[in-house]
């Protein structure tokens, strides 16, 4: 039976009220008296060097009150990155400087060059056109493996080449790895692109900086998925001021999916202009801009190889992958091709032997980082896409094959460098083979061939790891933050509570699932619990959102903080009832006395602590506890995911006919917001297989650069999606059992969509072994015709 | 559910304005113009011949070209009030006269009993709000090389009517974004004879949704016209050697052989010029097959 | 210049310029931030109001345009007691909206097409929102809701 709340409730989400009724509180709708507005000079050009620039005609314009280049900015910092990676030499990754604004040259399409603060946004944007600009344009360096040559023009002069890190992970000895793929039966190569997205959240980035004179103090509206992390790096790295004279506030943020993460420099302008200019600045982006500035995805080019002895086991792999890190280092791109995605290659197979090969370039485009999955969708694409070319070549079942190779046994110590506490993959793939009513393909296909179509069957498997951490380890990795969270459990005296949270909501629906799991600890209505976020004045410290990790880290020190709370409120109600503190039980909202009839409401108990008249003279008044969680292990969501397409073999169209998703998320606290988060990602992942591709020319001019050409996700592009998550193994390492599913169906989507595609292709005798994404009608057609 | 957290009446909800108010949002990025909505033809062209004015219909094309800074008009003479350049009619001879103000939902409600084929076609423009809004003279007039209307115009053989003027559809378009209109020159209908059968297919270019191809093909008891609209970058032009066939036998295997030279076609993100050139086949075949 | 119109139900005036936009005239004169602006090519559908009766974007029409006429928004369509509609009602009973930015927009379009067509197709409910683009549900509850408040039974499209 479906519980009606608590844990395992599909209780409805309360925030919803207020977005259905526009009464949401998104940064675009804060303006604070006095505001200025800011307008961005950008480069329309990759690569050049910036020979003139004058501002002394915009500075006349009517409305302007400062005009700023990068001569403001000389002596402040850069924006930081917060990934320091190691090549396989042991040398530190190539770190350029990233400015707020250009210092002598520009780097790519949308590099902010000047930055025009004025009265209005139509006089800003009037004066940024009276400024006087003269760019020397230099050769563009666009694709990833010229960018790598010797003598190819350098993006940072100062750097030695354009490559940032060249890193391995897995296996160090290449003649053991020759060895083994010498050895083998079958060996299946494939050359594959992952090709580059963008984010595009439906509301674009917006930053408002104030500053109060009076106080010192600034406060930063900001469009982030981490607010604390924002506060950080901008104090610490960028600005130098005080961070507690900095409050930064993220308010209803409407998606982020990776790209707002990340510390951008308007955030850092428009607080440091906020006091140079003694008014509150406010900048929106526009679509138009936010498609060169915010921070791209994905955008690797791979060789995979996999080796497979005369029984079909697998037993190597070996991968070789440039990655487009754009023209500077965003804030953790360089953790996204390595940590993130080596350390995912042996995805759900035992493969004895992996090894990694990742080069990192630095190009004339716009910064590449963390696209929901980040690093895993790359991994999970190439190994699925190599398994199945493996069992179309050797003319076997690539679900057999996939089982065949199966980790089953848990824990299990990958060859590189993680640990899978559980899951049961065939368990999974059960599910799916169920769900998907794959034994009724055949005559599916039949009908389809009757219309004159093409049926094609994809199938994929995935396995991410979520939650990223303990601190001790990421430390050691490279990353210079701490991967914990925090929570505060306030408990007021009339017993409602307010949980103030690390992680932050943009769509995930915290406000409503975390209640559930403090009132199902307690035993009370979860109305009577209020999540705040987004917020560093509120909340003591947290590092925000992303890698599905909300539940299973700030979860879990909310948890810990309950438990807190919990344990204290058991003293008061021991001392109320006269009891030992170890007799107490609480249950549906009443601390009783084990064996006894006697008890006390939580209620009651809660009011004794803030009026302490009847109280242990060892316990302090008040009811209020922190955690910080800091966890052991990632959490190892996993999957199996079914496509099926139709595909018009006169104009090369794909239509998406089904779509089955069978996840083992651990324990699951709302099962209708997971399913939520399952068919947005599976959403994403079909745009990236079908749909979605950030293009440049050769001259780094952006080709896709608005909705007109970057193709999004319609709704009459998808399907209803099957999604069952009834396979569960909770994970063993944190308190609720829960590994997260944020990221899971864009992860294990694009592989499932680009094998049906295959499949329909090849069934219609067309032997093809691969196509890239986005598999548009063009890119069908002319495989089918090639 | 109810909502406590509201004013009593949540339609109050705009009476309490938010901190200091800007004056003006960043929607309005455009450079300033005037805007005027004359009410009749010959207020709008006296209005249209200020220096640099320029005529607005539904803006579906306009306002975002505007929003890029790509055009600064000194004043925009909206056409939207003109009640006589508004609607559907039918006239004596079998005509569908189409207002130049009249939006794309109207046509496709309205001319879908006179003229099925055309109604489908302002059925596939955009989506439903740009149908709203967008207007059959804005479409002709901009002639974008991928939007649906040229396609219907020209393959219709229709009269493009302005406030000075009747024009032949294969006299009115010359190129991409070029018609024949002069400044200040406002399409005040559309006048359409109605063919026996009719069929516009439309590829869909992913992002955009306009024509990634789009063939239109009507069938007139003195002959067949075929006009493709996306694929050329000549704008929309009629397939002359796919009429000949059909003109001979009307049936999608009389165009069986015939191809059209991908030279002259858009190469871009969404499709190669050999693509297009495919589709247009494929397309005209569809309609063919869709008008039997 | 002077601009009038009635916004949901009450008549406003203000003083725009001609290239004041509806949506800017709305959010910032009004403070019906309600209404959201996501692009700026008439395409994500986050703006979309009621002009007389039909959707229209808002940021893609001067609000010189909408002078006289009648105009609703997201923050008109909840009932006069304050209760949910039945379109904002089955969003919610869905899980038709994450982040919620796309949903004012998603709520007005779903409005004007259950007017037209009160118990529209799966097909017709995915073509009509050809111009809203949502990017975190992946549309499935998006037309499961609208399908939900034409009164039809969606307890067989699949949910978990």
Known sequence: MPKDSGIGASSKRREDVRFLTGAGNYTDDINVAGQAYVYFLRSDIAHGRITGLDTSAAEAMPGVVKVFTGKDFEGVGGMPCGWEVTDKHGAPMQEPAHPILAQGKVRHVGDPIAAVVADSLEQARDAAEAIDLEIEELPAVIDMKAAAQEGAVLVHDDLKNNICYDWQLGETDDAKVNEVFAGAAHVTTLDLVNNRLVANPMEPRVAVGEYKRGTDEYTLYTTSQNPHVIRLLMCAFVLGLPEHKVRVVAPDVGGGFGTKIFHYAEEAFCTFAAKACNRPVKWTSSRSEAFMSDAHGRDHVSTIELALDADNNFIGLRTNTYANLGAYLSTFSSSVPTWLHGTLMAGNYKTPVVQVNVRAMFTNTVPVDAYRGAGRPEATFQLERVVDKAARELGVDPIALRRQNFITQFPYDTPVALTYDTGDYNGTMDKLEAAADLAGFAARRAASEAKGKLRGLGINCYIEACGIAPSNIVGMLGARAGLYDAATVRVNATGSISVMVGAHSHGQGHETAFPQVVADMIGIDESMVEIVHGDTSKIPFGMGTYGSRSLAVCGSAMVKATEKVIDKAKKIAAHLLEASEADIELKDGQFSVAGTDKSVAWGDVTLTAYVPHNFPLEVEPGLEETAFYDPANFTFPSGAYACEVELDPETGQVTIEAFTAADDFGNIVNPMIVDGQVHGGIGQGIGQALLENCAYDENGQLLSASFMDYAMPRADDVPFYGVDHSSQTPCTHNPLGVKGCGEAGAIGSPPAVVNAVLDAMNSGGKAVDHIDMPVSPSRVWAAMNS | MRLGALPPDPRDIYSQMKGGSAPFGKEDEMYSFDFEKPSSIADAVAALGAEDAQALGGGQTLIPTLKQRLAAPSVLVSLSGIAEMRGVCVEDDGALVIGGATPHAIVAAEAAGSYPALAALAGQIGDPAVRNRGTIGGSVANNDPAACYPAGVLGSGATIVTNTRQVAADDFFEGMFATVLEEGEIITSVRFPVPQAASYQKFLQPASRFALVGVYVARFADGVRVAVTGASEDGVFRWTEAEAALNKEFRPDALTGLSINPANMIADLHGSKAYRAHLVSVMTKRAVMASL | ?160
């Open chain 3, 1 to 160: 210049m002077k601009v009038s119109m009635t916004v949901n139900g009450r008549l406003v005036e203000g003083d725009v310029e001609g290239r004041t936009l509806l949506s800017g005239f709305l959010r910032d004169q009004l403070s019906l931030t309600g209404t959201h602006v996501g692009c700026d090519t008439a395409q994500c559908g986050a703006c979309v109001v009621h002009v007389d009766g039909v959707a229209v974007k808002s940021c893609n029409m001067l609000a010189l345009e909408a002078d006289g006429a009648e105009v609703g928004t997201i923050e008109g369509q909840a009932h006069a007691d304050g209760s949910l509609s039945v379109i904002q009602q089955a969003f919610q009973d869905h899980h038709g909206l994450q982040c919620g930015f796309c949903t004012p927009g998603m709520v007005m379009s779903a409005a004007a097409l259950l007017k037209d067509n009160p118990r529209p197709t799966e097909a017709e409910v995915r073509k009509y929102l050809e111009g809203n683009l949502c990017r975190c549900t992946g549309y499935h509850n998006i037309v499961k809701a609208i399908m939900a408040a034409s009164g039809q039974d969606v307890s067989h499209i699949a949910a978990e």
